[in-house]
């Protein structure tokens, strides 16, 4: 029986950057993928673009990597209210946990300091508290980021995780989604290892 991987973001295209090399890698190697964005992110767009703009955008990101569309959820919890949310967003995480019974669950780290990120980790390590738990990088919003995983790459995982976030045609304008950032942190945290690429995730709980 293939093993089954929960990536839980909190906006679009979160799973994708923290860890789409990764998922890439793992679909490769017979891992059944299941994604979670908890907004549409409709309060974040230009006013001049359709509301459902980047939920498009993910489903075509998330099937660049691989990831059955059928195994992509969207939720419609607001931006930068996920704290006054906490319960709901409790509840959705037990019930994901019972539904999908993942074996690895990808989700930001505990040390982002975007409310929204912060409610998504917090609330992800009570529902899987049992479960193989990874916290993905997010520099800008990181404080602090103890690397203590790696997950190795090849070039064409990150060409995949490349091409997942040129998806995101209305996010372009932001720093993170180039070719070159992503390519410099890749080659960052695989020179900590000393492979040529890699992305780098903070152990929340590793069960054995």
Known sequence: MSKRMLILAPHTDDGEFGC?????????????????AFSGCRE????KLPPDTLIHELGEATSVLG???SRVQVLDFPVRRFPELRQEILEVLVKLKANIKPDLVFLPSVDDTHQDHQQVAQEGFRAFKATCMLGYEMPWNNLTFTTT???????EHLQKKIAAMKCYKSQSHRSYSSEEFILALARTRGTQIGVPWAE??????WVM
């Open 20 to 36: 789409g090399g990764t998922i890439a890698r793992y679909i490769e190697e017979g891992w059944e993928a299941h994604y979670v």
């Open 44 to 47: 974040s767009l230009d006013r």
């Open 67 to 69: 990831i059955d569309r």
């Open 149 to 155: 995983s790696f997950c190795r790459l090849e070039r």
């Open 200 to 205: 780098a995730f903070q152990l929340s709980r």
